[in-house]
């Protein structure tokens, strides 16, 4: 009987590191699956292919994506505890958007919310149905600029832009900035992205555009001497990255967690008090 003990014994212990590493190896099959159940294995990401100072750098539209906003991609992608083939790649923005229309591209680098957008991808949302502004990452203002050395009669006072009657305002191909000129009732100069948009205004092919400031700043004394910011700010927003649709339905935490960190990069960059959603 004390033989047959030893015996059955002896076996479980022998037994005992198989099992064990049975199970080491059924937990570890189980986060793998866990973490592709969570983690795409590629993420396709594309942006503007014109200059965006600081955010994108670089007015060489086949040179690879460079400047803050890539920094805080990769960043984010990889403090979401993922590890997906990363694709970078610039567009212009019509053909960005239709790309993230038709989940071509999972991510859309940055863009202002809006009606069109919400449309075509997923943002971050408050439970009320609007674009969650703690989750936006970058705040940015867009003002009214004019010719330096002709525009002494073009005035905006937040309310009411004035000037000749055959001004027309340069905008570029954002959907949130057309809409806006559209509701005012001006007459549009529509530019093939913001840079084409700086440039007829610095050649005079325009009396007035809508530009964003950051991007004002950045330039040489030479263009800044030609620029008249007219104030208030004609749209003040948060910049978000879109998601594709399918990307969200298929890794929701990803892109929460990818949202969170690309608020805290930017809010970190622009030294922002307010803090964002966890």
Request: hydrophobic content about 45%; charged content about 20%; aromatic content about 8%.
């Amino acid at each position: 009987m004390n033989q047959a003990r030893a015996s059955f014994s002896f076996a479980a212990l022998c037994l005992w590191p198989l099992l064990a590493a049975g199970a080491a190896a059924a937990d570890e099959q189980q986060l793998l699956q866990q973490q592709q159940q969570r983690c795409p294995a590629e993420l396709r990401v594309g942006v503007l292919d014109y200059e965006l100072a600081p955010l994108l750098l670089g007015k060489d539209k086949s040179a690879p994506p460079a400047g803050k906003l890539i920094d805080w991609i990769r960043q984010a992608v990889s403090r979401s505890g993922c590890t997906p083939r990363l694709q970078l790649q610039r567009f212009p923005i019509t053909r960005g958007r239709e790309l993230l229309l038709r989940n071509e591209i999972d991510i859309w680098g940055v863009a202002f919310p809006g009606v069109e957008l919400l449309a075509i991808s997923a943002l971050p949302m408050q439970q009320d149905g609007q674009v969650d502004p703690q989750l936006g990452f970058y705040l940015s203002s867009y003002s009214l600029y004019a010719d330096a050395l002709s525009s002494q009669q073009i005035s905006w006072d937040g309310q009411t832009l004035r000037g000749p009657e055959d001004m027309r305002v340069g905008v570029a191909p954002v959907p949130a900035l057309r809409a806006l000129v559209a509701e005012r009732n001006w007459t549009a100069e529509n530019g093939l992205d913001t840079q084409n948009v700086l440039n007829k205004l610095v050649q005079g092919r325009s009396a007035v555009a809508i530009l964003p400031d950051m991007l004002v700043a950045t330039q040489p004394a030479e263009v800044a001497a030609r620029l008249r910011k007219l104030s208030p700010p004609v749209l003040t927003s948060w910049y978000y990255s879109p998601i594709s649709k399918d990307l969200f339905a298929r890794h929701p935490a990803f892109v929460r967690s990818f949202w969170l960190e690309m608020c805290k990069a930017g809010r970190a960059e622009q030294r922002s008090r307010v803090g964002c959603r966890e």
